[in-house]
């Protein structure tokens, strides 16, 4: 493998590990943990209808990532049923259009690149243009995090208490669910749709073992994030292993690690 | 009456209840039934009955935190979600009980209370971290300011978020069961408390609470539910 494949690799894994690490965090705690089952499948079905329609396969997962991550919020409020359960009815939806798709799809759907990718992820996907992406992701984040954190705390801390006292709540938890969405569709070319959520959760979980303060938690999750892109990637190259599977056990581990050190 | 602000000659009122039906969603039966009830300002309202009386549903539903499927709501003269209404109030939930991971110190959860007047990247004002400070001296709560909101007792997280009520200042405070978790003691520093803000401030408090045995001295009026329903109005004190 050519250097600076392997260079822009760990790079992009240290950025979504920091993505995802800081995003976990965001999305634990404003109770949008489904999302990222929603649309990491969502991106999954919408690569299997673009082969079996013959468009794009990644734009059309975009599009229904996105399209997912925008309209989750305005769906749970119009239903009156809880986004959590929406997000896992919509997750199920797509994992079985995903299958359907795949199934239906002309010749050998399963082992074309662009499904693989969107599936399981690859270090292959990784170019310039996505390392400037996932960097703009991050600032974008952190800015908004940064400009709006009073008003997020208070969420995070009782959303009841927050919208008596005059925070618009419903415009903050659409902020972070898009903020999901973004990450998620982000993260997918180089983890895949089955293992995107690990890399959501495990260094958030693990985070509230290290963390004291919640800007403490954000910054240890994403520090673990970037820990498990890491070593998950040497993994992946050093054992010829699918790197999104080797990313979801180095978080794996390092969870581990840290419950047997809070144990101890 | 003047509907769009509510006022009747020289006294306003602050909340405004008229036959008001509430249900919760995927609930066949309504919570409250037909509710007409006006607090004017300066008042001092307790509202008290059995559980399940709907004493909860009518706070939530007049600071807008449940819809109500009938009547009318007016908070301030305004819907009762409206931002520039809920500005003036402090809420007080029921049974608030955080878990010990909570990552928040006490000081924190005070200093929230302006969380809803903050501009991006702005810092606490002087006035409000000064607020934050006597709100916290007021209730007692100065010494456990930097120690987590999470690991605190029931009744010190209650004081807490009292606290967090006060530094807003705000024209209407909806406490919902606020001696629940307090000692006797503590109570009557708190009744004494609400009663000096009432007279001394003219602050508007809509207290619910099942147990009489702490009734503030400020209190006004007693309104009993049941079953939804406002089934008596009394004077708190005397005949």
């Known amino acids: ?264 | 009456m003047d509907p769009k602000h509510g006022t009747r000659g020289n006294i306003r009122t602050v909340l405004e209840f008229t036959d008001v039906w509430t249900r919760y969603s995927g609930e066949k039966n309504p919570v409250l039934r037909g509710v007409t009830l006006h607090v004017e300002e300066g008042e001092f309202t307790l509202i008290t009955g059995p559980n399940g009386a709907g004493k909860t549903t009518l706070i939530e539903t007049g600071i807008g935190l449940l819809r109500h499927e009938r009547g009318t709501v007016k908070l301030l003269g305004l819907p009762p979600t409206s931002r520039e209404a809920r500005l003036k109030i402090g809420y007080l939930p029921q049974d608030f009980m955080k878990d010990p991971y909570e990552p928040y110190t006490a000081r924190q959860v005070v200093e929230m209370a302006f969380s809803s007047y903050r501009k991006p990247l702005s810092n606490l004002t002087p006035q409000q971290l000064e607020a934050v400070d006597r709100a916290m001296s007021l209730i007692g709560v100065k010494e456990l300011a930097y120690k987590s909101f999470g690991k605190l007792s029931a009744g010190q997280q209650q004081k807490v978020l009292m606290a967090r009520v006060l530094a807003r200042k705000p024209k209407i405070l909806f406490l919902d069961e606020p001696f629940s978790s307090l000692d006797h003691k503590s109570r009557l520093r708190l009744s004494t408390m609400l009663s000096k803000l009432n007279r001394e401030e003219g602050a508007t408090i809509i207290m619910v609470s099942h147990d009489l045995s702490t009734i503030p001295e400020a209190c006004t009026r007693i309104v009993e539910m049941q079953d939804g329903k406002i089934v008596g109005v009394k004077r708190c004190h005397g005949p």
């Open chain 1, 1 to 264: 493998m050519p250097w600076t494949l392997i260079v822009y690799a760990y790079v992009a894994s240290a950025l979504a590990g920091i993505l995802c690490g800081s995003t976990g965090v965001l999305a634990s705690k404003l109770g949008l943990r489904t999302v990222a089952f929603s649309m990491s499948h969502a991106a999954m079905a919408g690569a299997a209808i673009g082969l079996y329609a013959g468009l794009n396969p990644e734009a059309v997962a975009f599009i229904l990532a996105a399209a997912t991550a925008v309209a989750l919020g305005p769906l749970a409020e119009h239903t009156r049923i809880h986004s959590e359960l929406v997000s896992m009815a919509l997750f199920s939806g797509y994992t079985a259009m995903a299958f359907i798709f795949t199934y239906l799809s002309p010749g050998t759907a399963l082992s074309t690149r662009t499904l693989s990718l969107v599936f399981w992820g690859s270090v292959l996907a990784v170019t310039p243009g996505y390392i400037i992406l996932l960097l703009t992701s991050i600032v974008s984040i952190a800015l908004l995090l940064l400009s709006f954190w009073p008003q997020l705390s208070t969420i995070f801390f009782d959303r009841k208490i927050a919208e008596a006292e005059g925070i618009n709540t419903k415009a903050y938890i659409y902020m972070a669910t898009i903020i999901s969405g973004i990450t998620v569709i982000m993260v997918l070319k180089l983890v895949g749709g089955f293992l995107v959520f690990s890399l959501l959760y495990t260094p958030a979980a693990a985070s509230t073992k290290i963390g004291r303060t919640l800007r403490g938690m954000i910054a240890s999750s994403a520090l673990l994030g970037l820990l498990s892109g890491m070593l998950g990637v040497t993994l992946s190259l050093v054992a010829d292993l699918p790197v999104g599977a080797c990313i979801s056990l180095s978080s794996t581990v390092i969870l581990l690690i840290t419950i047997l050190k809070e144990a101890r």
